[in-house]
């Protein structure tokens, strides 16, 4: 069993875009026709995260300060303080693992905790 893919709900595709394609890189894949708009990005091994422009039905819930306590999507980085820079330079806060391990955790703009940790 592998993971194929992530779905997540956000509000505003372009803002979002301005998150997986221009703080994380992420690329594009093609996304057929399915009634609502989207955006799937690439990742390794066939993996893909879907954005979904739809009403989010947990809009209004609370989330914990650290994305670590929270559902979050878990992505390797090949430079962990290239990523912290340009999260830095965009004014998007983040916080260190509390485990020791070399990653961080930060919100794309609709509140999804993403952690970043170092491949190895």
Same mark, same amino acid.
């Given at each position: 069993?592998? $993971? ?5 709900? +956000? =509000?505003?595709? !372009?803002? =979002?875009?301005?998150? &997986?394609?221009?703080?994380?890189? $992420?690329?594009?894949? @093609? ?5 609502? /708009?989207?955006?799937?990005?690439? $990742? ?6 879907? $954005?979904?422009? #739809?009403? /989010?039905? &947990? ?13 979050? +999507?878990?992505?390797? +980085?090949? /430079? ?8 830095? !330079?965009?004014?998007?806060? &983040? !916080?260190?693992?509390? =485990? ?7 919100? /794309? @703009? ?5 952690? #970043?940790?170092?491949?190895?």
């Amino acid at each position: 069993m592998r $993971l194929l893919h992530i779905g997540l709900i +956000v =509000s505003d595709l !372009t803002r =979002s875009a301005a998150f &997986y394609e221009g703080i994380l890189g $992420l690329p594009r894949d @093609p996304r057929p026709e399915l009634g609502f /708009d989207g955006i799937f990005y690439r $990742l390794e091994a066939g993996q893909q995260i879907h $954005l979904m422009r #739809l009403d /989010d039905p &947990y809009g209004g819930v609370e989330r914990p300060a650290h994305g670590g306590r929270d559902n979050h +999507v878990a992505l390797a +980085v090949d /430079d962990l303080d290239a990523i912290c820079a340009r999260l830095n !330079t965009a004014s998007i806060s &983040y !916080t260190r693992s509390r =485990s020791g391990r070399a990653a961080i955790f930060c919100r /794309d @703009p609709d509140g999804h905790a993403v952690e #970043l940790c170092l491949s190895v």
